[in-house]
């Protein structure tokens, strides 16, 4: 019943901006944290970005550059991500852990080129 649905992805040149949204049902939402990973072929996921309590935590890269937020009335979470870098470019998934299991969307789709 868990259900996240990223979307928002898509081509941007260097230094441009993109805000990702993943839309979240199946669960009390304002009760969990909620993270964005990301993932590139052939390598492991990464943690972009967690939002919870006590406040938001973010990667090293991407630190002063992407901004996590939800909006718990709309159950959905955000990633604004500025200053595009060719590195950035990834699968961009929406994640929560609810009873010792992790969820994940389906993924969208960030390239960063020109």
């Known amino acids: 019943q868990v259900q996240l649905v990223e979307s928002g992805g898509g081509l941007v040149q260097p230094g441009g901006s993109l805000r990702l949204s993943c839309a979240a049902s199946?669960?009390?939402?304002?009760?969990?944290?909620m993270s964005w990973y990301r993932q590139v072929p052939g390598k492991e996921r990464e943690l972009v970005s967690t939002i919870t309590t006590y406040g938001p935590n973010y990667a090293d890269s991407v630190k002063g550059r992407f901004t996590i937020s939800r909006d718990n009335a709309r159950n959905t979470l955000y990633l604004r991500m500025n200053s595009l870098k060719s590195e950035d470019t990834a699968v961009y998934l929406c994640n929560v852990a609810i009873r010792g299991t992790a969820y994940w969307g389906q993924g969208t789709q960030v390239t960063v080129s020109s």
């Open positions: 199946g669960f009390p939402f304002s009760s969990y944290a």
